[in-house]
């Protein structure tokens, strides 16, 4: 929360002492707009949604993660209007920008390549898990990271995402990053590159 994708992009950066590049990949760091965030006390924040508050046990604030999804939509669609196969696009985020992905492409596009969520979860009625229990298409792979002493999204949390959505049919991955706390991690990073390669390998005719 109120970060920007430009600082998302510096972040990794320095974490990684270099950019998160990949010949053959476009990467795109998205801002959320400002909005009033209720656990800040309705102050300005980009946030991608409200929360009734930080807790997996309240309602989903459902119509901001809603119209948030749909100006996400748009940006996918400009991708693919550029010519890149949608099978070939991969989505994720950290904290709230993992927790968006994952509403994102379980609900609207589940035809992506794969989502990942770097200490992120989902509520425990979530809208995700909802639209999961009508499924019966193959789903994006979660590549889920998680620190156990995150103080502000409980690594339990995490973990219960995990598991519930591994339980509706996604093939997911956890790791678990023993005494991280609310934030990102050279091998947590590097990780997830290998996995983005993975999903994402050098075609022999260069579409993207």
Same mark, same amino acid.
């Given at each position: 929360?109120g970060?920007?994708?430009r ?30 965030y ?13 929360r ?6 309240c309602?989903?604030h459902?119509? !901001? ?43 609207f ?10 200490s ?5 009625? !979530?809208?995700?898990y ?17 620190g ?18 591994? !339980? ?28 983005i ?11 993207n």
């Open positions: 929360t970060d920007t994708g600082g998302a992009r510096a972040w990794i950066k320095q974490v990684l002492s270099q950019d998160m590049s990949f010949p053959h990949i476009k990467v795109i760091y998205p801002t959320a707009p400002a909005r009033p209720t656990p800040m006390k309705g102050a300005f924040s980009t946030v991608w949604f409200d009734y508050k930080i807790s997996n046990d309602p989903e459902i119509e !901001s993660i809603d119209s948030m999804c749909r100006g996400l939509t748009d940006l996918i669609n400009d991708e693919i209007k550029n010519g890149i196969a949608k099978h070939r696009i991969l989505i994720g985020g950290f904290s709230m920008g993992g927790g968006m992905a994952m509403h994102l492409a379980y609900r596009h589940q035809d992506l390549a794969g989502v990942f969520a770097l992120s979860f989902l509520n425990k009625d !979530s809208a995700v909802q639209a999961l229990k009508k499924n019966e298409s193959v789903l994006p792979e979660l590549f889920q990271c998680h156990t002493a995150d103080e502000l999204v409980l690594y339990s949390w995490g973990e219960e995402t995990n598991k519930m959505l591994k !339980s509706l049919g996604v093939s997911t991955s956890l790791h678990t990053f023993p005494n991280l706390n609310h934030e990102l991690n050279r091998t947590e990073i590097e990780k997830l590159k290998l996995w390669v993975k999903k994402l390998p050098v075609e022999a005719t260069k579409e």
